[in-house]
């Protein structure tokens, strides 16, 4: 330990503290590595000092493994090792808990000799999460604490729990009162002391023993939860497999089961996806602005949207008016966002205490846009109509306050000609929330010409503030995610035009690891959607724009998808998730034959391939615009609202690692088919070429 050592090692009369000061959040740097094993040694020569606290100063213990060192050379002493000197210390070791302890921060906690944690601590090992696996003995010191069926529940699912459930299961022995997790520590340790209690380490507990039906059933439940992921199962057969061993052995084999991970695709794709979420708030030309302060905010529309948004900012803790068209639907929203919280209650998510305090004092619904007069920042949530929502902003124009935010909650219009309906268009921007909003966790946060940067600015916090992902997009049609969401599903089309059938379709993406297929997705949000939206855009088309005819069909026929029994698939008691309708084949035949098309057959892959390129060519161009000012973020959008799977870490992460030569040749190709749809992005074109990435687009010519 040097003096800019982050650990610090202290003695007051017989008990030793050995403190971690790493902000943020006391990762387990080099450093800290480090400075605990100089702790560990320290204590055992301090001959006055008879056990030790292990505590972290700041929000947190700590909160695993420093993320940031993954794939560069290890530095010593690695992890594992620290652990095995903190638990050999022949001087007890007390950790006392706070915030949130993960991961590797956890198995340092199982290598002290007791836990005490503050109310309000969570724990977990979320390696898995990461694409990893427990890898400084988790696998093997969890299951001798807490038995082998909490462990394995813990280490495969990378869950958190909080102290009460770990006080239940054994993993700390005390939960103390107050807010000092060295205080807390400390009369644990006197405690200790004046009983005589010594070391007690869990290398040296029997295992568990591992019995057949019960793993038989771990390996069924997390082979289905994992969905094609290799870290649970391979945390599951470690756990066991090491169980069977000697510790050492087990260790030894936890220690290369981490290694292999660690040169996994699917590792690198969780961490990008881990970073990338906290890039996305990470903005240089707002870097500056102090955000507007935002408490009491107004809603504009009553709808499942509104509604949403209106659950969510009340949660975050944000006074709210929502205004609807009369008594009756404003009596009807409240009614609506009543029930989310209450489902927020049941799901143990809220207190029912604050649920019913947030009614009854810092909601209203009323009929009457006056109140908002008093606000700090309206969204707007009114029919997706440029009409509608101009004579609303010209309306919040004239009511509400000088310096108030006015956002919008458009997914597709211009919000440059929304802003200019009003005086005031420094003061406008988008809010894109998606549904139910009360739950999802990505915001789309669209910056116009002429929003000022301490708007753009108190979008990111009021995004942080609701526990949302503020993603920013520029204004163009559909923004980031439908953008994409179009781009792909078009593609989708063209093969069901071609030859393939829905079902097909549906199963290839779901294969990829998405949870649903397109189709089953258009039978969820209604068919008459995008068909109006065809419709509407009919007159203008480009006669080259191949139109899905089927989907025409289905909505004229009454088939409008789940909400009337019958879409691209058939939903009743039988199949209430629906199954393939018999009469697909002959409708889709009869069109083709209309049309003029020779079906073709297309491979699972053909499928894939073909909707991954739509899904990439229109991400580079969105990257190209400058409508996404990074390829992560792009990502970001993807993962969180239209259930891109995780371990693939977004389309343009997948893009970069998939190779996007390989991507822009298959596009070259299926252009010679339909020149007007596949339109290679010229950016896309040029880092093939060049050997760039879509991560760091400035290759070659750009960046010299
Ligand atoms: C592991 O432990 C492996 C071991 O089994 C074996 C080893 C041999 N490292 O999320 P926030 C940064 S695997 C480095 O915004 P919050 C984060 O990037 C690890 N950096 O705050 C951000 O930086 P910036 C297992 C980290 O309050 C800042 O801290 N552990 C790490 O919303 C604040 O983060 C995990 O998987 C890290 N481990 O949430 C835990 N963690 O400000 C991962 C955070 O520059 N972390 N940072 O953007 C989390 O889940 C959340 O960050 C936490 C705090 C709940 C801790």
């Not at 040694?41 to 606290?53: F, K, S, T, Y």
């Not at 302890?101 to 724990?123: I, S």
């Not at 935010?405 to 988008?430: E, F, K």
Request: with cysteine; hydrophobic share 45%; glycine share 10%.
């Amino acid at each position: 330990m040097t003096d800019q050592s982050p650990v610090r090692y202290r003695r007051e009369g017989k008990i030793a503290f050995i403190d971690i000061d790493n902000p943020p959040v006391n990762a387990l740097s080099a450093a800290v590595r480090q400075g605990l094993a100089a702790a560990v040694a320290q204590l055992a020569q301090d001959e006055d000092a008879r056990i030790a606290v292990l505590s972290c100063a700041g929000r947190t213990f700590i909160a695993g493994a420093d993320i940031s060192e993954f794939g560069k050379p290890p530095v010593a002493p690695v992890l594992p090792d620290v652990v095995a000197l903190i638990e050999a210390s022949e001087k007890p070791i007390v950790a006392a808990l706070h915030g949130t302890v993960l991961g590797g921060g956890l198995e340092v906690v199982l290598g002290a000799h007791y836990r005490v944690a503050l109310p309000g601590t969570r724990m977990g090992l979320p390696e898995v999460t990461l694409g990893l696996l427990p890898g400084a003995g988790g696998t093997q010191r969890l299951p001798r604490l807490v038995g082998l069926d909490a462990a394995i529940d813990l280490v495969t699912s990378g869950r958190q729990i909080d102290a009460r459930r770990a006080l239940e299961l054994g993993l700390i022995d005390d939960l103390a009162e107050g807010s000092d997790p060295r205080a807390a520590g400390e009369a644990g340790a006197r405690r200790l002391l004046s009983e005589g209690v010594g070391h007690r380490r869990l290398s040296q507990m029997a295992a568990p023993t591992v019995e057949a039906d019960m793993l038989d059933a771990w390996r069924a439940k997390v082979a289905k939860s994992a969905r094609g992921q290799v870290a649970p199962l391979r945390a599951l057969e470690t756990i066991v497999d090491g169980l069977a061993l000697p510790f050492d052995k087990g260790m030894a084999q936890e220690r290369q089961a981490f290694l292999d991970l660690m040169q996994t695709p699917e590792r690198a794709a969780l961490i990008h996806a881990f970073f990338a979420e906290r890039r996305a708030a990470q903005q240089d030309d707002v870097a500056g602005a102090t955000p507007r302060p935002v408490q009491r905010v107004g809603i504009v529309g009553g709808g499942t949207m509104g509604q949403g948004i209106a659950a969510s900012a009340l949660t975050a803790g944000l006074d709210v008016t929502l205004v609807e068209r009369d008594e009756a639907a404003a009596a009807k929203a409240a009614a609506g966002i009543g029930k989310m919280l209450d489902g927020a209650v049941k799901r143990g998510k809220l207190d029912a205490d604050a649920a019913a305090r947030m009614q009854s004092q810092a909601f209203r619904a009323v009929s009457s846009y006056d109140p908002l007069a008093e606000v700090d920042l309206v969204i707007e949530a009114v029919f997706e109509s440029l009409e509608v929502k101009q004579e609303v902003f010209r309306t919040l124009d004239r009511i509400c306050r000088p310096g108030a935010v006015l956002a919008t909650n458009t997914s597709y219009l211009d919000v440059d000609l929304i802003a200019g309906a009003t005086t005031r268009p420094q003061d406008v921007i988008g809010l894109h929330f998606f549904s139910p909003a009360n739950v999802m966790r990505l915001l789309e946060i669209v910056v116009a010409d002429s929003t000022a940067p301490d708007v753009t600015a108190t979008a990111f916090a009021l995004a942080k503030k609701m526990g949302k992902i503020g993603v920013r997009s520029g204004v163009c049609d559909g923004f980031i995610g439908n953008r994409m969401m179009l781009a792909y599903r078009t593609a989708a089309d063209h093969l069901v035009l071609d030859g393939a059938s829905p079902y097909q379709v549906d199963q290839a993406v779901v294969a990829l690891g998405f949870p649903m297929g397109p189709y089953q997705v258009g039978d969820l949000a209604g068919l008459d959607i995008g068909y109006a939206t065809r419709q509407r855009k009919a007159p203008t088309r480009d006669p080259r724009e191949r139109v899905p005819v089927f989907a025409d069909r289905l909505v004229e026929s009454g088939r409008l998808g789940r909400k009337t029994g019958r879409g691209y698939y058939i939903y009743d008691d039988a199949s209430p998730q629906g199954r393939p309708d018999p009469e697909m084949d002959g409708m889709l035949a009869g069109i083709r034959t209309d049309l003029g098309i020779t079906p073709r057959d297309f491979s699972t892959e053909d499928i894939q391939a073909r909707y991954m390129a739509a899904m990439v060519n229109e991400g580079a161009k969105i990257l190209e615009e400058g409508i996404a000012a990074r390829a992560s973020d792009i990502d970001v959008v993807l993962l969180h609202g239209y259930g891109f799977p995780r371990w693939k870490g977004g389309p343009m992460h997948w893009a970069d690692a998939t190779g996007l030569d390989w991507i822009a040749a298959d596009i070259g190709r299926y252009a010679e088919e339909d020149p007007y749809f596949w339109q290679l992005s010229p950016l896309l074109a040029r880092l093939a070429a060049e050997g760039g990435t879509l991560a760091e687009p400035k290759t070659g010519k750009d960046a010299a």
